[in-house]
């Protein structure tokens, strides 16, 4: 994203609403804290809560026969539940923390309530929900025709626009789940970066450390997403 639509102080989607569409959700809205791993979607199971993070990163995961693939990331940009907004009340798809945080959260009801009194507040979302798929679309061009270095590096890329400063707490093993590939590909693409000057790599934890390097390595594969964020959400 550009510097003014990374990360900010607070969920960057509840701070576009007009008072009159705030005021709508802020009564219903809890303080919550994300934990690592919390779910707040189960493939095909009725969705109960909306989240608004606003610290922390979500990941939206489709499983196949046991086997999971990262698809999209949710942070102080956005919220979970776009099936819900789009009027389902199931995903295909899971949605789990992956980096911890803060957030509010509400219920599906309540929601629901306040896009059926406001059409302004309900169209913000789906303009949101809009760039959540040029997000998954992109994911599955990157996954399919970028290589692995060019997929890591759009993806810290993607992580640092989410969080304050330039520390990722991540490990390789959980790389491997959001990249769909093998732990030991992952150490290679990580090793890569870091012999460029790119990241610092310890245990659990990745501090990019040159993050215009980074968007070099990515080249096409980052930034469309993030430029559809900009256009829409005004």
Wanted: glycine share 8%; hydrophobic share 45%; charged share 25%.
């Amino acid at each position: 994203m550009a510097a003014a639509a990374r990360f900010t102080k607070g969920n960057r989607l509840l701070q576009m609403l007009s008072a009159a569409d705030l005021g709508l959700l802020e009564p219903h809205l809890v303080a919550v804290s994300l934990k690592l791993r919390d779910r707040y979607e189960n493939p095909n199971k009725p969705i109960e809560h909306i989240v608004f993070p606003d610290v922390g990163i979500a990941s939206v995961v489709a499983i196949q026969d046991g086997s999971e693939a990262e698809i999209g990331l949710i942070g102080c940009e956005g919220m979970t539940g776009a099936a819900i907004v789009l009027g389902n009340e199931r995903s295909a798809n899971a949605t789990y923390v992956q980096v911890a945080g803060e957030g509010r959260q509400i219920s599906v009801q309540r929601l629901r309530e306040a896009m059926d009194l406001s059409r302004s507040l309900h169209g913000l979302f789906l303009k949101y929900v809009q760039v959540f798929m040029t997000q998954t679309a992109h994911t599955a061009i990157a996954n399919g025709r970028a290589k692995l270095p060019e997929r890591l590096a759009r993806w810290l890329l993607m992580a640092d626009d989410r969080v304050a400063g330039n520390r990722l707490a991540l490990t390789h093993e959980f790389l491997a789940l959001m990249l769909a590939v093998r732990r030991a590909g992952v150490t290679e693409a990580v090793n890569d970066l870091e012999a460029k000057g790119l990241i610092a790599a310890a245990r659990g934890e990745i501090v990019l450390t040159n993050r215009k390097g980074l968007e070099k390595i990515a080249g096409r594969f980052y930034g469309a997403p993030e430029t559809e964020y900009r256009q829409l959400m005004k």
